[in-house]
């Protein structure tokens, strides 16, 4: 199974995006992380659908990832569709029928993806596994960066690996070069690291370390 690293944008410096996402992209990232938050499901705001449009213009071969926390993401996804998303998740506690959603998320030629809050149980996405490519599992309370990663979330990435040996499991919050091994470990094989790559002088160097190291623990019996 293929092991990728993804920095989150959220933790980048704002006044010199272009520069951010090149960096990104030139660190030997496997894709980028894009944050979207409404102030209602998060109680914080970041992006919208032209800061994706951006990521596009500046770095078109690296792959984006959306990440919508949105009550109603149901109401956005064309406009990140049409914006250059080319990954979609969408949250399980969200407000809109998922077993319209995932389905309609691929018709617009994009992967899809369900993704969790911390105190949301495994067992809330199984009726969703055939329906999306890949589980995003928050290990943090989602809306802000640089929040302390919540061990109590790894048996639930063990249970969803258990139950979905294929599918793509991604974990976002907190992650470091210490909590990369223990979300790799439970089963997790895409990470999203936000403050821990872009506080890096050498960005390259911390992906490459935190692949090497998370796909030993992830591929260890
Ligand atoms: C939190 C976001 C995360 C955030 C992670 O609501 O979904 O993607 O950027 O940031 P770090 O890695 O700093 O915890
Ligand atoms: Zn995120």
Redesign the pocket.
């Given at each position: 199974m293929v092991f990728q690293i993804l920095p989150?944008l959220?933790?980048a410096d704002y006044g010199s995006l272009a520069d951010e996402i090149r960096r990104a992209e030139a660190s030997g990232a496997d894709a980028l992380?894009i944050?979207i938050?409404d102030a209602h499901f998060?109680p914080?705001l970041s992006f919208g659908p032209d800061i994706v449009a951006l990521c596009r213009r500046v770095a078109p071969g690296f792959f984006r990832h959306v990440?919508l926390?949105l009550t109603r993401p149901d109401l956005y996804l064309e406009p990140f569709a049409a914006a250059g998303a080319q990954t979609i998740q969408i949250h399980v506690e969200a407000d809109c029928d998922l077993h319209a959603e995932l389905p309609r998320i691929r018709a617009l030629g994009l992967r899809a993806a369900i993704a969790l809050n911390p105190e949301t149980p495994a067992e809330a996405v199984f009726p969703y596994l055939g329906l999306c490519d890949e589980v995003l599992v928050?290990t943090?309370?989602?809306?802000?960066?640089?929040?302390s990663f919540i061990p109590d979330c790894l048996p639930k990435i063990s249970l969803i690996r258990r139950r979905a040996p294929d599918i793509d499991i991604m974990v976002?919050?907190?992650?470091n070069d210490k909590t990369a091994i223990l979300a790799a470990k439970a089963g997790a094989n895409q990470l999203?690291?936000?403050?821990?790559l872009f506080k890096q002088s050498d960005m390259a160097a911390a992906v490459a370390a935190l692949r090497k190291d998370g796909a030993a623990a992830f591929n260890s019996p």
């Open positions: 989150s959220l933790a992380h944050d938050m998060v914080n990440h926390m928050m943090v309370h989602p809306g802000y960066g640089g929040q976002d919050g907190g992650i999203v690291a936000g403050s821990y």
